[in-house]
T-cell receptor
Framework: ETGVTQTPRHLVMGMTNKKSLKCEQHLGHNAMYWYKQSAKKPLELMFVYSLEERVENNSVPSRFSPECPNSSHLFLHLHTLQPEDSALYLC????????????FGSGTRLTVV | AQSVTQLDSHVSVSEGTPVLLRCNYSSSYSPSLFWYVQHPNKGLQLLLKYTSAATLVKGINGFEAEFKKSETSFHLTKPSAHMSDAAEYFCVVSEISGTSYDKVIFGPGTSLSVIP
């Protein structure tokens, strides 16, 4: 375990479903991130929360909705997804500067059918 | 503007031989540099980091990287490859952005295969 826990590890959902991904850290970090990792593509930053405030959206479609209720928890709410949204979704956390590096969770493998 | 180039998308080495994974970067300011490793179906794990201290950085699992400012490089090396080193490796640059968090750019990754 890295200290960043993501659940579920695997998720299969239909295009009309609503589901949520959860990320939790107890490392004392105050910045949290959602990344999307698709096959043969660079890692894509989706959302950044610093001190529980969203500071970057990165033009992510509105069918992805993040929530950060406190500095230890981060959610990604999913609804009406498309098959091309199938990917590995990675959560990471860091101190606000990020210069000490990120700690990543193991990811949620999402398949949209 | 920041960018990270990993010169090889795939590297294959024999077990017991040296590993060299190349990374070049561009950055407007004094960057922090990182290498991460990702094993199949896992998250990314921090291998090592450079943050303006010693230019030769030692990491976990016997990996090292040397920061060469004149060459804008941060190549990752290991003297002797092990089968368990087979994974995807990402070079990452981070610099102060003037916002409440640093701007971080991931390289495209290098896939390392280790042949028995």
């Amino acid at each position: 375990e890295t200290g960043v826990t993501q659940t579920p590890r695997h998720l299969v959902m239909g295009m009309t479903n609503k589901k949520s991904l959860k990320c939790e850290q107890h490392l004392g970090h105050n910045a949290m991130y959602w990344y999307k990792q698709s096959a043969k593509k660079p890692l894509e930053l989706m959302f950044v929360y610093s001190l529980e405030e969203r500071v970057e959206n990165n033009s992510v479609p509105s069918r992805f909705s993040p929530e950060c209720p406190n500095s230890s928890h981060l959610f990604l709410h999913l609804h009406t997804l498309q098959p091309e949204d199938s990917a590995l979704y990675l959560c990471a956390s860091s101190h606000t500067t990020g210069r000490r590096g990120y700690t990543f969770g193991s990811g949620t493998r999402l398949t949209v059918v | 503007a920041q960018s990270v180039t990993q010169l090889d998308s795939h590297v294959s080495v024999s077990e017991g031989t040296p590993v060299l994974l190349r990374c070049n970067y561009s950055s407007s300011y004094s960057p922090s540099l990182f290498w991460y490793v990702q094993h199949p179906n896992k998250g990314l794990q921090l291998l090592l980091k450079y943050t303006s201290a010693a230019t030769l950085v030692k990491g976990i699992n016997g990996f090292e990287a040397e920061f060469k400012k004149s060459e804008t490089s941060f190549h990752l090396t290991k003297p002797s490859a092990h089968m368990s080193d087979a994974a995807e490796y990402f070079c990452v640059v981070s610099e102060i952005s003037g916002t409440s968090y640093d701007k971080v750019i991931f390289g495209p990754g290098t896939s390392l295969s280790v042949i028995p």
